[in-house]
């Protein structure tokens, strides 16, 4: 769910895409999207789209999962929302 221009910006910069499942987007409102990346191939996600992490970790990302029931609803929250920055140093 990017412009077609990023995608392709993207790509030619050598950035590896990944496209998650398209049942599992559709069945949960693009929720399996809502990625929270921490570090170079190491992010957090909501349990409940195993295809989706599956997809990630056969590209070589690792993923911790979190039971998102209580705090996340498809296009309402997820991991990202769930955040708030902070100053490194």
């Known amino acids: 769910m990017i412009p077609a221009t990023l995608w ?3 790509k030619e910069s050598g950035i590896e895409l990944i496209v998650a499942p ?6 949960s409102f693009g929720l ?3 990625v929270l990346p921490t570090s170079p191939n190491n992010c957090i996600m909501i349990d409940g ?3 989706t992490k599956k997809v990630m970790e056969e590209s070589g990302v690792s993923v911790q999962v979190f039971k998102g029931d ?4 498809a296009c309402e929250g ?12």
């Open 8 to 10: 392709t910006l993207l």
């Open 70 to 73: 209580a705090l996340c609803m």
């Open 22 to 27: 398209a049942d599992e987007f559709e069945a």
């Open 49 to 51: 789209f195993p295809k």
């Open 78 to 89: 997820g991991p990202t929302c769930l955040t708030n920055p902070i100053l490194r140093g």
């Open 32 to 34: 399996n999207l809502n």
